[in-house]
């Protein structure tokens, strides 16, 4: 089968979050399966100033946005055996410091940037034709809508099947009606049963109504969004479309996060030892700054610093977190009042707080090879990666049972020695401190801890289970 992958961001090219790991390894993992892929993607700067062998195609794309026509050229590379991929090169869109705009904002342009980038992947697809057009989240869910309702402008693949990814309802891609123009679709889906969303345009809407198929990344997360409290505003509307949706959790990439062949590791640590665990551990603190106290545990934080996330959460029980005997790392960026309040605490608590702010791939694989313990308070969480990261590294995650978090990690028992993390419920402050207090309690249980970090390293997510559901998924369109 042919399949195209649209996204606003994959690994190697471009990553803000986890959506970055999911495209690039997914698509990695279904090509020996037999499909033949094709991922699309914007070039951004960062990927222009890296060093992938890109080839420009000896042809313009001539994109159709409002009434006029703007141009773009495409660079070719390819990944794994032979995925293409194709980047959208239209240096006026794309060529910017960030990908969606700063920590303030995000730019002023992404419904035009967005609406171009779907535009001018569709016109790819008519030189390079599949049979699935499988979009993700809201940069691309636009192509699905284009192709539906305008099919006579793209013959080509107008007979394809599509398919949308939510891995995060919490962004929508919600614009202005003075927008509409932008997107040249009929009058008549500006309307409540298709892209409008209470007086504005709602992109990702328009991708749940029109999508053959829909699917999340966690099967606990495709139920919580037809719930009030984890639909947006959309839970109607993907309740409408519950038959055609299933939840299928994201893998991970154990070739880039394992403790016995990390690429950003020495030495490897793939055994459940302590002596090895202590040796991460002594570079870790030594990469931060942190003394190194033997007995004392460290608890890690690598995120994006949103709401979220559960930062509410940590902040409020911060001070009484630092009352324990514990070491905290944090390695995030994103809103500024979380970004303050961790520099602030780190001045706070010289040589027990080591923050750093900004995006640091080798200092997040040494976090998970040299931390204790892992939080992800998330107040939702689609599916999560580094719950799973941290588990394969003997890094005991702390998670609310939400979504994907709740589908990874099991609570620990003491009294049947099972389970793999401390596992809390209720979104709230006292509820988080008593799970790390667990958590410390049990670090301290040295028979108890090994065997905890045994049963957590040899949990497996690797991709092969997932590719083949989305595999079938695709079988299933096709038939
Ligand atoms: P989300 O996509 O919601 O941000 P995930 O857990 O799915 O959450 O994925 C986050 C990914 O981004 C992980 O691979 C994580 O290691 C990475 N990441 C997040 N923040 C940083 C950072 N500041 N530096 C390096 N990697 C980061
Ligand atoms: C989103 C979600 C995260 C998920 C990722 C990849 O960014 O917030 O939970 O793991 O997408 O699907």
């Not at 900004?358 to 308070?377: N, S, T, W, Y």
């Not at 719950?387 to 995650?397: A, D, N, R, V």
């Not at 970090?453 to 299933?476: K, T």
């Amino acid at each position: 089968m042919k399949i195209a992958m649209i996204a606003s961001e994959a690994i190697p090219f471009a990553k803000t979050g986890g959506l970055a790991d999911v495209l690039g390894t997914l698509s990695t993992a279904l090509e020996p399966l037999g499909h033949h892929i094709t991922l699309i993607l914007p070039a951004y700067r960062c990927t222009l100033r890296s060093d992938f062998p890109l080839r420009q195609l000896p042809f313009k794309l001539s994109v159709a946005l409002a009434d006029r026509t703007e141009d773009a050229t495409v660079l070719q590379t390819v990944i794994g055996k032979r995925i293409d991929v194709y980047l959208i090169r239209a240096d006026r869109y794309f060529d910017r410091e960030f990908l969606y705009g700063t920590a303030v904002e995000d730019y002023p342009d992404n419904a035009e940037r967005f609406t171009f980038f779907n535009r001018a992947a569709l016109e790819i697809l008519r030189a390079y034709p599949v049979d699935v057009v499988h979009a993700h989240d809201w940069q691309a869910a636009l192509a699905i809508v284009f192709l539906k309702t305008q099919g006579a402008r793209y013959p080509e693949i107008a007979a394809a099947k599509t398919l949308l990814t939510i891995h995060n309802l919490g962004f929508q891609g919600l614009f202005e009606q003075s927008k509409w123009q932008l997107l040249n679709l009929d009058d008549s889906f500006f309307a409540p049963q298709y892209l409008e969303f209470y007086g504005r345009i709602n992109f990702l809407k328009g991708g749940l109504v029109f999508a053959d198929k829909l699917t999340t990344v966690s099967p606990a997360y495709a139920q919580e969004i037809m719930t009030p409290e984890q639909g947006f505003g959309l839970e109607d509307v993907v309740r409408q479309r519950a038959d055609d949706l299933i939840g299928i959790l994201n893998g991970v990439d154990y070739n880039q996060w394992n403790p016995w062949a990390d690429p950003y590791l020495t030495p490897h640590h793939g055994v459940n030892n302590r002596s090895v665990k202590r040796n991460s551990k002594t570079h870790l603190r030594q990469m931060l700054d942190l003394p190194d106290r033997s007995a004392t545990p460290v608890i890690a934080m690598i995120s994006r610093l949103t709401s979220q996330k559960g930062f509410d959460l940590v902040t409020t029980i911060f001070d009484r977190l630092m009352q324990r005997e514990v070491q905290f790392a944090l390695l995030g960026s994103g809103e500024p009042q979380f970004e303050e309040f961790f520099r602030t605490a780190a001045t706070r608590y010289p040589g027990r707080v080591a923050v750093r702010i900004g995006f640091d791939e080798r200092l997040a694989h040494r976090i998970e090879a040299g931390a204790d313990l892992f939080l992800m308070p998330s107040l939702y969480e689609p599916c999560g990666l580094n719950q799973m990261y941290s588990l394969k590294y003997g890094t005991i995650p702390i998670v609310r049972a939400v979504g994907g978090l709740k589908d990874t990690v099991e609570d620990y028992d003491p009294a049947t020695e099972s389970g793999t993390g401390f596992v809390f419920e209720a979104y709230d402050a006292q509820a988080l401190l008593d799970a790390i207090d667990r958590g410390l309690a049990a670090f301290h249980d040295k028979p108890a801890w090994s065997a905890l970090r045994r049963r957590a390293m040899a949990m497996d997510f690797s991709w092969d289970r997932s590719a083949q559901a989305y595999s079938n998924l695709y079988q299933q369109l096709l038939s």
